[in-house]
């Protein structure tokens, strides 16, 4: 602690000496300045240097499952360790592969027997274990004619397994919340066997192949049009044979988790980015640009005492469906949920066609997902202000579910931060503002072997690693405009995840 403080102390005096002069404000606006003066581009750089290195002897890609990815974890865990964190390396699982070995089965053995044609009436989800089950059928908060209604929340709620009997085959609808919640709500509750069938309005009756993108819970699962559903609703009694016949096999892979030494736990601000990338390139802009900046952060910010304790995280599987941060998420009591404050996502952040994009915290653009939780506008405000002080303007981006703040804003935790474009196409109006080609994609390497260290904007890097800086020090030492974490009551995402 004695060097901690003599470390502050030295850097408070060089910030006054050095700073221009700002307007008087609080130990935030101390802090984030001096933050921000320490937060080098070219260090960041370095570390994007190094990632690429460890793509270059590995293959040419960190994909969650390569050796590639657990060098990644090693140097970032190495460098977080030297700067004096305690770190931990939490484990998360993933398929490596999933094969069905034989057609699945669905028949109903009572009150009367009846078949259903696999790879018509119904399919196996992907990547649903092997398991034959035989047992009643419970309907859960189901939806059906003569009013089925779009926006079934069937199975989204522990609640809705009330009165469960385990052992049973939970039959739920489609509708409102991701697959894997229902999923994961049943198994919960202690159903053998779970049928998902489609919610019963035009356009959602059939069923069709469906793949969860990861391992959740291991009962057989599959899916059945609503025609199934419906008639096993209504069937007093029903009682069915379920089997899925398939080779399953998952990998683990490490997410890396740092915390500040000072800091009340009670109140976390929690700052992170997905360190994988694609099997197909190297990944540095997506993510090692995020990364990069986080560790960057991190290094510099380990000397300085903090009122509200900050937790780094460097998340694996994210694209595999956001693994690390779901299956963290996930591990959380909801004490451990409400202790975090803000969640700060920081995914593609040096685009060579960039712009400076926010999530839309307060749903200003009213396109797509709702506004984040209460305390996500806050968290966009504070990064425009930032930017804006530097005379940079910025743009609003949807929270579309496409990075690892879902988790977060699925629980009810404020989150927010910036992305500078993947393959979509800059508009005019976004190249009036920034630069850059109208018309051409912000990232044209996206998920590419070249997204390379050449494939960086040393600019946008520069600007959006102080941005981040600026941030992280601001909610380490005032939360005041942060509202406790709001549970919702069903979390919807995306629509190719969702019911």
């Not at 293959?59 to 090693?74: E, M």
Request: hydrophobic residues 40%; negative net charge; glycine residues 10%.
């Amino acid at each position: 602690m004695r060097r901690i403080a003599i470390a502050l102390l030295a850097a408070l005096a060089l910030l006054l000496t050095t700073a221009a002069p700002a307007h008087a404000g609080g130990l935030d606006d101390v802090f984030a300045r001096l933050l921000v003066k320490k937060v080098k581009g070219t260090n960041v750089k370095k570390h994007l240097e190094a990632l690429q290195a460890i793509a270059d002897a590995n293959g040419g890609t960190r994909a969650t499952g390569t050796p590639g990815y657990d060098a990644s974890v090693d140097y970032v865990a190495g460098k977080l360790r030297k700067a004096g964190y305690q770190v931990t390396r939490q484990p998360i699982k993933y398929v490596k592969s999933w094969r069905e070995s034989s057609p699945p089965v669905l028949d109903r053995t009572a009150p009367a027997a009846r078949s259903y044609v696999p790879g018509d009436d119904f399919f196996t989800f992907q990547p649903s274990p092997s398991g034959d089950v035989t047992a009643p059928v419970q309907a859960v908060d189901l939806t059906l004619p003569p009013s089925p209604a779009p926006g079934s929340t069937s199975g989204c709620e522990t609640a809705d397994f009330a009165g469960f009997v385990s052992g049973r085959i939970a039959l739920v609808q489609r509708g409102t919340c991701p697959f894997v919640q229902k999923v994961d709500n049943a198994a919960a509750a202690g159903a053998s066997g779970i049928i998902i069938f489609n919610e019963g309005q035009p356009g959602r009756t059939d069923a069709y192949p469906l793949d969860l993108g990861e391992w959740r819970a291991g009962i057989p699962m599959v899916f059945a049009d609503f025609a199934v559903g419906d008639e096993l609703a209504r069937t007093s009694g029903a009682t069915v044979r379920l089997k899925v016949d398939a080779d399953l096999v998952l990998g683990t892979n490490d997410n890396v988790l740092a915390e500040s030494r000072t800091g009340d736990p009670r109140n976390v601000v929690m700052v992170g980015g997905h360190l994988d990338s694609v099997p197909e390139g190297p990944g540095i802009n997506d993510n090692g640009s995020g990364s990069a900046a986080i560790l960057e952060i991190a290094e510099e910010m380990a000397g300085l005492p903090v009122k509200n304790k900050v937790r780094f995280a460097f998340w694996a599987g994210e694209e595999l469906g956001l693994l690390g941060a779901d299956q963290y998420v996930d591990s959380l009591t909801e004490a451990q949920r409400d202790r975090i404050r803000v969640y700060l996502n920081f995914d593609m952040i040096a685009s060579p066609n960039y712009a400076y994009k926010l999530y839309d915290g307060d749903d200003s653009d009213g396109v797509g997902s709702p506004a984040g939780p209460p305390g996500s506008a806050r968290i966009e405000r504070q990064l425009a202000d930032f930017l804006g002080s530097r005379s940079l303007p910025t743009v609003g981006t949807d929270f579309d579910g496409r990075s690892d703040y879902g988790p977060f804003i699925a629980v009810g935790i404020p989150s927010g931060g910036i992305f500078t474009g993947a393959e979509g196409l800059k508009t005019p109006e976004e190249a009036a503002l920034f630069g850059g080609t109208a018309g051409v994609a912000y990232d044209a390497c996206y998920h590419q072997a070249c997204d390379t260290i050449a494939n960086i904007d040393d600019t946008a890097l520069d600007v959006n690693s102080d941005a981040i800086a600026d941030s992280v020090a601001r909610f380490a030492y005032n939360l005041k405009a942060i509202p406790p974490r709001t549970v919702p009551q069903a979390a919807a995402l995306t629509a190719d995840s969702s019911g």
